[in-house]
């Protein structure tokens, strides 16, 4: 499995298309084998699902994510996280050991046409 992390400074990022970076960890039977950050080529609306569907991720992880960009990750077979927040090492380990504690959708900014 392929999980990307929206991240900030070592954090989970709240909006998963306005982050810094993305964390790429690559897990196999339950262990972290590989882990590879992303800078974030930019907010452009529905780029995103294909750039990181194109390396291989099976899940995506952020505080906050709107439902357009979803939708989008969903029509890919890619399975979106939201509401998580913390250090991205303890968001993944809790992830793969089937602990990770999340919220509500943490989208910080008003909601427009395209969707967050």
């Keep these: 499995m392929k999980v990307a992390v929206a991240t900030e400074d070592s954090e989970v990022a709240v909006h998963f298309g306005r982050c810094q970076q993305y964390t790429v960890v690559d897990i196999d039977n339950d262990k972290v084998v590989n882990t590879e950050i992303i800078d974030s080529p930019g907010h452009r609306p529905g780029f995103l699902p294909g750039f990181l569907a194109r390396r291989g991720v099976d899940c995506v992880i952020a505080g906050g994510m709107g439902p357009r960009a979803q939708n989008l990750f969903a029509e890919r077979g890619i399975k979106v996280v939201v509401g ?3 250090a991205v090492d303890r968001v993944v380990c809790d992830y793969v050991i089937g602990e990770l504690e999340t919220g509500g959708d943490l989208c910080d900014h008003p909601r ?5």
């Design 84 to 86: 998580a927040t913390g």
């Design 112 to 116: 427009d046409d395209l969707g967050c």
